[in-house]
């Protein structure tokens, strides 16, 4: 499923646990899959992935949470049952550097890096025997720009798009927020599964003028923490051959969802607090407080 890449199984075990919001879609899948990497360059990795798998819808086997006890599961929304034959292959492009910092390694800040990442995905009846027939690319990139004084720049761009009639387990989410709690590069004031399609675009960009706000304000208990100013667009759509394939309603906001806001960052060092209004596709909460942190 979407975005569970970004959470170990651990923190989506204690999101259930605690609060009943899980952010991960389930199905059951019977099969085997293979797959090959190498590094022909310097910051450049291959992947070649096939998979084999027959994939069936999974409804929920428990209603247990410690602290939301009466409060309901999002519902696990059926998937396209069929025997899902696809070939991979995925191009990343990364110059990022980690710092050891005990039991966590942090991305390095001071320096610029570049992540970007490109893969297609093709289930083909004809050629592998699959159920389903599309073709699936996606594009991500996340960019880091030291600017002036202690000020960085970074931009987050995600481009999905979808050929042929795509199953539901194999649509685009929007990246949000569980439980208030956000990841770097995500949308602050976006739920949990709350637009999806089989095409997207998205971009995430964020300012950091360090603590140079706060000094001129003569502030002396802010001295360590930066100070940010953010903003995100997105959009969600579904062509008509895969909407007619999904078992229940897939919601896109075919309007340019448009959210700002600004940011404290390297509270107790490695913690972060957001601030974030959604100025178009209004809900009934607009507003958003949420937490992030560079050991999530």
């Not at 259930?16 to 310097?42: C, E, M």
């Not at 450049?44 to 939301?68: H, V």
């Not at 699936?136 to 030291?146: E, T």
């Not at 004084?149 to 009639?165: F, K, N, P, Q, V």
Request: glycine letters at 8%.
């Amino acid at each position: 499923s979407e975005g569970d890449e970004f959470l170990s199984s651990g923190q989506i075990t204690w999101l259930s646990l605690l609060d009943k919001n899980d952010p991960v879609n389930y199905y059951l899948v019977n099969g085997w899959s293979l797959f090959a990497r190498a590094q022909p360059f310097s910051n450049f990795l291959l992947e070649m992935l096939f998979r084999a798998e027959n994939q069936k819808s999974q409804s929920g086997n428990t209603d247990f949470s410690i602290l939301r006890p009466s409060a309901e599961f999002r519902n696990n929304p059926p998937v396209i049952d069929g025997q899902m034959q696809s070939a991979t292959f995925s191009l990343a492009y990364d110059t990022r550097k980690f710092t050891d910092i005990g039991l966590f390694e942090a991305l390095d800040k001071s320096l610029n890096n570049l992540l970007l990442t490109f893969s297609v995905e093709h289930s083909d009846r004809a050629s592998f025997h699959s159920d389903f027939q599309f073709t699936r690319y996606s594009l991500l990139s996340s960019l880091h720009l030291l600017t002036l004084s202690s000020g960085a720049l970074d931009c987050y761009i995600r481009l999905g798009y979808t050929s042929g009639t795509v199953p539901h387990q194999r649509l685009f989410d929007l990246y949000g927020t569980t439980s208030g709690i956000s990841h770097e590069g995500f949308l602050k004031t976006v739920g949990v599964k709350e637009f999806a399609g089989d095409r997207i675009a998205s971009l995430v960009v964020e300012h950091s003028f360090g603590s140079l706000p706060f000094r001129a304000l003569g502030l002396p208990l802010m001295q360590n923490v930066d100070f940010l100013l953010t903003a995100g667009m997105a959009w969600t759509g579904i062509s008509s051959e895969s909407g007619m394939l999904q078992t229940e309603r897939v919601h896109t906001n075919r309007n340019v969802l448009v959210e700002a806001g600004f940011g404290i960052s390297r509270l107790l060092t490695f913690f972060r607090l957001d601030f974030s209004w959604r100025l178009t596709e209004r809900k009934e909460r607009n507003f958003e407080i949420t937490l992030g942190s560079s050991l999530l």
